[in-house]
């Protein structure tokens, strides 16, 4: 009875992929996922008056569990399979996960917990890996442009604001800037420059580097997101800009 119900359950199999290994390959997997992440909403009462007041709201991370079974029902075969999946499993950082039902956009998740994997046996080749969702954003599309000196109009995509690598080429003998023309907000490199000088900004980790040395940024510097169609300005040079969809 129970294998009969295991191959009618893996006749309606997800397939994910985690940190490049593609998991349906090894075993059938059922992911049950919400919507979207968890709301923390943040309330205060406030004495005389009915009711709470609003203060905050962010969104949090979460578990993911995954249902699976192994791809055989060779007892010869099962301790293999067990090794070969926890290899896919291990990473000691966070990596992409692509659901089924997403495949363009993924998550970053990490195996958290015990995944009982010991429970996986040639009569019960079944246990849940649960993933932990830190980062509530899916990203999608990798995009990249190089642009010239001027005006510029980014169309950053996603629906969530996105962070920018900038590599630039700065002209001879000048300072170099990038504005975000929509919100004033710009990051001015503060420090001599040559023609062979080549910058990098991540707005990320808020970090600039000239030659792949640290370098200062002006006072009133205010690294910044992209988000939906921007304007954007740089004042002289060449640069390449990258960054990656976000989504909610």
Known sequence: ??????????????RIIFNGTDLSKLVYCKVRRPIMATVNATFESVPGRHGEVFKSAYRGGYDLPVEIWLRTEDRREVAEMRHKL???????????LYLPDDP????LAIVSGSTDLDEITDDCPTTTVTFHI????????????EVSAGNIYVNAGGNRPA???VTAKPAAGSTWRITNVDTGEFVAVNTPLTSSSTIRLDMATEHATVNNQTAPVTIDSDYFEINGRCHLNITNGTAILEWVERWL
């Open 1 to 14: 009875m129970f294998r009969l119900q295991l191959r009618r359950t893996r006749n309606q199999h997800d």
């Open 134 to 145: 830190g980062d509530p954003d899916y990203y999608g599309q990798k995009r990249r442009m």
């Open 104 to 107: 363009t956009r993924y998550l």
């Open 163 to 165: 962070h920018l690598q």
């Open 86 to 96: 926890a290899a896919a499993l291990w990473t000691d950082e966070p990596a992409p």
